[in-house]
T-cell receptor
Framework: QKEVEQNSGPLSVPEGAIASLNCTYS??????FFWYRQYSGKSPELIMS????GDKEDGRFTAQLNKASQYVSLLIRDSQPSDSATYLC???????????FGSGTRLSIRP | DAGVIQSPRHEVTEMGQEVTLRCKPI?????LFWYRQTMMRGLELLIY????????DSGMPEDRFSAKMPNASFSTLKIQPSEPRDSAVYFC?????????????FGQGTRLTVV
């Protein structure tokens, strides 16, 4: 079992709709959860961090965490063509530990 | 701050040659990570340091790979000898250890091609 799992996609969403990206992790002791966006040929860029169960909103982005189910999700509202990218989920057990990434979900926003 | 700085941005080398990748983390950050990204394997953690000390190098694929962090502002990843299967994008990232745990910030990456 992979430590962090994501559906590779591609996930195709019409412009203006909500894109929903999901991630599961295997280490129940994980404390920190991150979503990164990576455009082709570029480096990963942090979008959201979440540490507590529930929802965290930042503009058009909402991260959701359910530690009991070992599940993290990212919602993108009012999807734009510029949101087309690969989205990476990352997990960290503690501030002193390694950060493990999922394989990413490729998102395509169609006009 | 200039962010995480990696050099070179691109490296093309012949099989068997030594390759050295360099990284300058964000000032004040005390965790540093080296990752390798390929289409087949995604983003793999090779090694990470806390306060310049290597903590986990279990992701280093072979003895041909080595990493050092002589001080808080500089790290190297060396491959000797290089092989075509080492071709990938290598990222360095740094983070600040504080509180619950903090996110990593990435450099621009080094695209390595071994021919």
């Amino acid at each position: 079992q992979k430590e962090v799992e994501q559906n590779s996609g591609p996930l195709s969403v019409p412009e203006g709709a909500i894109a929903s990206l999901n991630c599961t992790y295997s280490d129940r002791g994980s404390q920190s959860f991150f979503w990164y966006r990576q455009y082709s040929g570029k480096s990963p860029e942090l979008i959201m961090s979440i540490y507590s169960n529930g929802d965290k909103e930042d503009g058009r982005f909402t991260a959701q965490l359910n530690k009991a189910s070992q599940y993290v999700s990212l919602l993108i509202r009012d999807s734009q063509p510029s949101d087309s990218a690969t989205y990476l989920c990352a997990v960290r057990r503690s501030s002193a530990s390694k950060i493990i990434f999922g394989s990413g979900t490729r998102l395509s926003i169609r006009p | 701050d200039a962010g995480v700085i990696q050099s070179p941005r691109h490296e093309v080398t012949e099989m068997g040659q030594e390759v050295t990748l360099r990284c300058k983390p964000i000032s004040g950050h005390n965790s540093l990570f080296w990752y390798r990204q390929t289409m087949m394997r995604g983003l793999e953690l090779l090694i990470y340091f806390n306060n310049n000390v290597p903590i986990d190098d279990s992701g280093m694929p072979e003895d041909r790979f080595s990493a050092k962090m002589p001080n808080a502002s500089f790290s190297t990843l060396k491959i000797q000898p290089s092989e075509p299967r080492d071709s990938a994008v290598y990222f360095c990232a740094s983070s600040l250890r504080q509180g619950e745990g903090t996110e990593a910030f990435f450099g621009q990456g080094t695209r390595l091609t071994v021919v």
